[in-house]
């Protein structure tokens, strides 16, 4: 049975230590049955103990312990590693923000904790860090290479790539890709990563594979729709993608009727302040994410393929609170990666993703410029089988 550490910013309800911690302690629901992981977890460290604090709870009901560092739960209080999988969770949280929105998380300092244990002690074991690997680039590519040079698995990043999805939409490994749209809801910047990693899990499908970032802009507010109107954003797309959307708002909420948000003018009554996130890549690809809070609750993407007359477009479907099943999906890719050492997708997405991001918060706050990014020169392969829940 493997032996597991969970290293986390805070452990209370709802938050994602919670929510994916648990499933390691009783199970989640896989493909129709109730999964229990070969694998218990033995010790946890807790970075910020609030009120509704669960982990001392946790540890008395399962029988592991709660330590005081990071270096004593990864060698269980004794002298050498002892387990044979991190955990680590710096999601949630009383943490500063920068000028950019940027909430800094330690996931770099709580990682870098665990790789000098990795050093000290001899042995390296696979981490799994969720969502970014960092607010900063240079940091997230320092982990991604830990992982090499000590021969360590390493997965990280967001829920939705591997959630089901409505319809069961994929893109071929290989296709010829000619435009692409994702539309996202919430703050920057825990909910634009999201977006942001959703669609990168299927725009790095494309022939070529995937080859880095040249060039980001973030624009906001009334601009967005005007450069919509003048082509720098597909507006097909965007009525594909809103097809997709379970939770129209505005005049469905009030008498429940369909709608077409676009021409009959909604979304630009609902949505107060859009913003259009612009990625440009090495090979001459280009995508759009639009936030577009107030229109629609959900995340849904479009995309035109060569020699297709209609966009391809789907929903990445988010169950409700508060079981998120979506998180048992990534929970099992986690299990994956712990029961083999191998992560089941290139960390190198959220590599590539926390640098975009990064860059993109920059973009608006120097104005909204677009700025050249020839350091995200991140080349990956993406995985020949898509791995997001399909049963």
Known sequence: ????????????YLTHAQHFADRFLVGYPKEGNWHR??????????????????????????????????????????????VDAVLLIGEHGDYPHNEMSQVLYPRYEFFKECVKVFEEDGKSVPIFNDKH?????????????DGYRLNFGVLAGSSLPVTWRLPDVDLSLGCELEDALMVGVGGS???????????????????????????????DGEEVWK????????????????????????????????QDMIRNGEIY????????????YNDGFKATLLMINGAIRDYCFAAKLKGEPLPVSTQFFLTPTPNVTYSACLVSKIEEL?????????????????????????????????????????EYSAPTESQHAQR
């Open 1 to 12: 049975m493997k032996r597991i550490a969970v290293v986390t910013t805070i452990y209370r």
């Open 37 to 82: 992981p070969n694998m218990r977890v033995v010790s946890m460290f807790v970075d910020q103990k609030p009120e509704g604090n669960q982990s001392e709870d946790r540890a008395r009901e399962f029988g592991f312990t709660v330590y005081p560092t990071i270096a004593e739960t990864l060698r269980c209080g004794g002298e050498n590693i002892a």
């Open 133 to 145: 690997l960092s607010y900063s680039f240079e940091k997230a590519k320092e982990m991604v290479n």
């Open 189 to 219: 910047d825990p909910m634009d990563y999201h977006a942001l990693e959703a669609m990168q899990c299927m725009v790095e499908r494309r022939k070529g594979g995937e080859t880095g970032v040249a060039a980001v802009q973030l624009i």
């Open 227 to 258: 450069l919509g109107e003048k082509g720098r954003w597909s507006m097909e797309l965007l009525e594909a993608a809103l097809s997709r959307s379970d939770t129209p708002c505005g005049l469905t909420d009030e008498d429940g009727r369909t």
């Open 269 to 280: 009554r609902l949505v107060d302040n859009p913003a259009a996130y612009f990625i440009e």
């Open 338 to 378: 712990f029961e083999t050492g191998v992560a089941p997708y290139p960390a190198e997405r959220t590599l590539l993703v926390s640098g975009t991001l990064e860059n993109c918060l920059l973009s608006r706050h120097r104005g909204h410029v677009r700025l050249e990014t020839p350091h995200l020169n991140v």
